[in-house]
């Protein structure tokens, strides 16, 4: 008998065939059952007489939740049927039946108990219809890239130094009493490949010891961070639309199925296309002001000022000329008003934050000492960055893209921790 996954039986209809899997739930009804069958793929629905199989019937009666089996059977088109499909199951082998209660019942549980089960709770439809969005996330993002023309250059976990701040930085022991941070971001590194390789991202996890305990952070997320010799802000901007638009498309073409199990409205989707609307920080403030947020000019955004931002538009929003001093040590001024940073960052609709901040980098030695000096940073660390304005140093512009933020975005989700796998917290690392 062919084994067949649950989100092929459409090209099955009519002939007997097996599946591997897990039952999902479980109705009985007198001479009938009405087991649900999932594996990873999909859910099925099957059907059982006791009359016509005895032996299935008998092995299914009473079968807990999430035991694991391999059932055979027909099937049938069937427009009742949740999916549309409908199996009339003739043999099934158990492989293990539970025998203690599944954590996970088929009814509301509170966050706090599914996190403590997340291990499990990642076989729920749902969890795992936003995980294979961040899948389709993640290719469509490095095939962009890719036809664009970057290339992957993978930046280390363990660095000497921090790239946002010396706060949030996890601090590691390293080898012979020497200390190790967990990286805020590839930038630094990819700064460095840009200049051998050209056009080049990273894309892998970064960590903020970060207290916020806001729906938009993680100490543990995924940044996918492009960066360009010779390219401007402007460049930048263009790339992130590019990226945005095409992550936000394919998955719309690609998990139609997917956003339904999450009951998303893509039609707030389908509208993303470039140019997103661009606004100086300047006009920002003047937009909270109006909106009756008293934000001062020369303070940064939170999630309420982001929100305001973004609500006018149902696309993301640029905004570009943030003052320096709320900015990083590493972001280049811009010549006519040199207390304004060529920096950026994208917010996303429908209260999703900031999903990109980048801009253009210093490219002066002289200017980036003097800003390690005002930041408080040590020098020793950083020269091998030094090196990199003492040796063909070029005008060069990146940004960094939050995953988490992205994924959450389009599946909807209420607060990123759902969109990846093992959410890491400020209270939770297991499991
Ligand atoms: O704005 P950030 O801190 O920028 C950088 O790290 C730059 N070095 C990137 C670059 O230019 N190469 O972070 C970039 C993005 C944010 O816009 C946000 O989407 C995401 O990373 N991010 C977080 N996502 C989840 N949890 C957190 N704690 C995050 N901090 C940043
Ligand atoms: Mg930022």
Redesign the pocket.
């Not at 938009?216 to 100490?219: A, D, E, I, P, S």
């Given at each position: 008998m062919p084994v067949v996954s649950i989100d092929q039986v459409a090209s099955h209809v009519g002939k007997e065939i097996t599946l591997r899997g897990w039952l999902y739930n479980l109705r009985e009804s007198g001479k009938l059952i009405f087991p649900q069958f999932r594996d990873g793929t999909g859910v099925i629905q099957g059907v059982v007489s006791r009359t016509e199989n005895p032996d299935a019937f008998q092995a299914l009666s009473g079968l807990p939740q999430e035991s694991s089996l391999e059932v055979t059977g027909l099937v049938r088109a069937d427009a009742r049927a949740p999916g549309g499909y409908e199996m009339q199951v003739t043999a099934v082998t158990i492989i293990q039946k539970i025998t203690e209660p599944y954590p996970i019942q088929l009814k509301e549980h509170g966050v706090d108990f599914l996190l403590e089960n997340r291990h499990l709770w990642i076989r729920t439809p749902r969890q795992a219809a936003i995980l294979r969005i961040r899948d389709e996330a993640i290719f469509a993002a490095r095939e962009y890239m890719h036809k664009q023309g970057y290339v992957l250059t993978d930046s280390p976990i363990f660095t000497p130094s921090s790239?946002?701040g010396t706060t949030n930085l996890f601090e590691v022991d390293y080898m012979d009493d020497r200390k190790a941070y967990l990286t805020?971001?590839?930038?630094l590194y990819?700064e460095a490949t840009a200049a051998a390789l050209g056009k080049v991202y990273c894309f892998g996890p970064?960590f903020?010891a970060?207290r916020?305990k806001t729906r938009?952070?993680?100490?543990e997320?995924w940044?996918l961070?492009?960066?360009a010799a010779f390219a401007r802000m402007d460049d930048m901007m263009a790339l992130a639309e590019g990226l945005i638009t095409h992550i936000i498309q394919s998955a719309v073409e690609h998990c139609p199925k997917e956003l339904d199990t999450l009951k998303r409205d893509v039609k707030l989707l389908e509208t993303v296309r470039p140019p997103f609307p661009r606004i100086s920080y300047d006009e920002a403030i003047e937009i909270l002001h109006k909106h009756g947020n008293p934000t001062p000019w020369g303070e940064d955004f939170g999630g309420d000022e982001e929100t305001i931002l973004s609500s006018e538009h149902g696309r993301p929003v640029i905004v570009h000329h943030f003052p320096s001093a709320i900015k990083?040590f590493y972001m280049q001024p811009d010549p006519q008003r040199p207390e304004l940073a060529l920096g950026f960052?994208?917010l996303a609709p429908e209260g999703y934050?900031?999903?990109?901040?980048?801009?253009e980098r210093i490219s002066s030695y002289e200017l980036l000492m003097e800003r390690l000096r005002q930041n408080d940073l040590p020098e020793e660390p950083f020269r091998w960055y030094l090196d990199l304005r003492r040796f063909g140093s070029v005008p060069h512009s990146?940004?960094?893209?939050?995953l988490?933020?992205?994924v959450a975005w389009i599946t909807g989700a209420e607060h990123?921790r759902e969109v990846i796998p093992f959410p890491r917290t400020i209270y939770r690392i297991y499991p």
């Open positions: 790239c946002e805020q971001s590839g930038q990819v970064a903020r970060e916020s938009r952070h993680l100490t997320f940044m961070e492009p960066e990083a960052d994208i934050g900031e999903i990109v901040g980048g801009g990146g940004f960094g893209l939050g988490e933020r992205t990123i």
